[in-house]
């Protein structure tokens, strides 16, 4: 082996390892099988249980003053100017209704002449 390069010794040495540690692994796994022992059936569960959760909100009463403002109505009165008309007096003449030609009375006559 001297005359081999370092290379391929090293190569025939892992390949030796390999080889020798293969028995172990066989024996390992030989043991598992034979260490098993009877298998008791395992029951298998029809329904699994759910979990399930759920908020829940839960109200508390509570009491707010905030300030409102109400709005108010204010009248304000704006003077109109509005234009009438006036009438000036005009210098007209009455009408008058015309005179009955009613006769007046005249006096009855006294007689002269005999006082009593």
Do not use: H, K, W
Not at 12 to 17: A, H, S
């Amino acid at each position: 082996m001297e005359t081999l390069s370092r290379q391929t010794r090293t190569r025939y040495l892992l390949i030796l390892m390999i080889l020798i540690t293969i028995p172990c692994y066989i024996l390992g796994i030989v043991l598992l099988r034979i260490n098993r022992g009877p298998f008791a059936p395992t029951p298998t569960p029809l329904s699994s249980p759910t979990i399930t959760q759920t908020a829940t909100i839960t109200l508390t009463p509570y009491l707010t003053r905030t300030p409102t403002i109400t709005p108010t109505i204010t009248q304000t009165l704006t003077p109109t100017l509005t234009r009438t008309p006036t009438q000036t007096p005009t210098n007209t003449p009455e009408q008058t209704e015309p005179p009955d030609n009613t006769p007046t009375p005249e006096p009855d006559e006294i007689p002269t002449g005999s006082e009593p």
